[in-house]
């Protein structure tokens, strides 16, 4: 691939976008590499994914708007569908997707973090979804997405001004989970998801679509959903196994404790 790069360690596995001359711009290639990498990562041994651009300017600054210039109303709208494909691939992807995000985050970059689980940014990161200073609307799922993380009139707010934020009001706002020094920002990802990779799988699994899934219906729907997935991570391995040493530690707990005696 060009524009990707796949690197893994133990459980957990880091896709880079690498495009650093064009701040990792996403073209139609980068998109069809994205979307191949993803369907080649191996689920039965990763646990978490991590999402992160080369160098330390840019995570994604956007669609490339040299690209897009001349595209016609059909070009555009299948345009978006392509970029609307991949991200909704990487929502739904088996797997929590943690964004590390390392600069830039602007149109399509914005919307590819919010399309991940968690997000993390560095304190240099910039947001925004400029695309009306353009003469487009987000295509990439960001008009969804924003009302669905911070709220309707913030996301209105930020959408109808083509305003960008920095690391510290995207915190505020609850767009990001939380902010690190650009030096700390990988590790601090490579940390969190090994801690996400060393819970039981399935289970993790279970939870992702359960939030999912849940988050479209209402909440009689929404337990329903997590009824079943909480029903079938019984009779697993996982389940056996975590309980099962959950009742040892404890009978272990037990035995050691000392009767007080009153001499």
Known sequence: MDFIL??????VATIT??????LNALNSQVLDELDAAL???DLDVIRCLILTGAGQKSFV???DIGEMSTLTKAEGEAFGKKGNDVFRKLETFPIPVIAAVNGFALGGGCEISMSCDIRICADNAVFGQ???GLGITPGFGGTQRLARLVSPGMAKQLIYTARNIKAEEAYRIGLVNAVYTQE????AA???AAGIAAQAPIAVRNCKKAINDGLQVDMDQAIVIEE???GDCFETEDQKAGMGNFLEKDKEKKLKVVPFQNK
């Open 130 to 132: 400029p695309e009306v």
């Open 61 to 63: 600054a956007g669609a």
């Open 39 to 41: 369907d080649a990562v």
């Open 6 to 11: 796949y690197e893994t360690d133990g459980a």
């Open 228 to 230: 079943k997935l909480f």
């Open 17 to 22: 976008i690498n495009r650093e001359k064009a």
């Open 184 to 187: 700390e920002l990988l590790p």
């Open 190 to 192: 490579k940390k969190m």
